[in-house]
């Protein structure tokens, strides 16, 4: 396992640790926000393990700097992979939903609840669906890009 995917795994334990014990006891859209960023910052990580990976096999020649051109760039090497691009989309709507203004209902009760307001959208952010996302998509995607990594799945 290369070193962005070993710090992607530490930055998932922190999130673990956010999602099943800081926001149990605290209840805060803070908290909230602080596992959505270290689940962003995970989500970095494993995509640039996964382009370190194919920079190694020399599929590609250097690693992309901004996180757009990683994307554009995982979308063009796994376009025929849905789990990648199911990921992806993840991603992208994760950085969206950092960036956007919020509002907090519900702050120190079971229902704490971040609502997201994009321009002809709202998205509800709470512990359920914090612990959903973080489930299926980084905890998964970290498993399957380990996969892809170590060449158990020939593409």
Same mark, same amino acid.
């Given at each position: 396992?290369?070193? %962005? ?13 956010? &999602? %099943? !014990? $800081?926001?149990? #006891? ?6 909230? @926000?602080?596992? =959505?960023?270290?689940? =962003? $910052? ?7 393990? &996964? ?18 051109? @990683? ?6 090497? %796994?376009?025929?992979?849905?789990? !990648?691009? @199911?990921?992806?989309?993840? #991603? ?15 702050? #120190?009760?079971?229902? !704490? ?14 512990? /359920?669906?914090?612990? /959903?996302? %973080? ?8 498993? #399957?890009? !380990? ?6 799945? /020939?593409?």
């Amino acid at each position: 396992m290369n070193e %962005y995917l070993e710090e992607a795994q530490e930055e998932l334990k922190r999130v673990d640790h956010i &999602i %099943y !014990v $800081s926001l149990k #006891y605290t209840r805060t859209v803070d908290i909230i @926000r602080n596992a =959505l960023h270290r689940m =962003l $910052s995970a989500c970095d990580f494993i995509v640039a393990g &996964i382009l370190e990976h194919n920079k190694e096999q020399k599929k590609i020649k250097k690693l992309p700097d901004t996180p757009k051109q @990683r994307i554009d760039l995982m979308r063009e090497l %796994y376009k025929d992979d849905k789990t !990648v691009l @199911r990921f992806i989309t993840f #991603y992208v709507f994760l950085r969206e939903l950092i960036k956007v203004p919020f509002k907090k209902t519900e702050e #120190y009760r079971r229902h !704490v609840t971040m609502i997201a307001e994009f321009e002809n959208k709202t998205a509800d952010v709470n512990i /359920d669906t914090l612990e /959903d996302n %973080y489930d299926k998509m980084a905890k998964d995607f970290f498993a #399957y890009a !380990v996969i892809l990594n170590e060449g158990i799945k /020939d593409e």
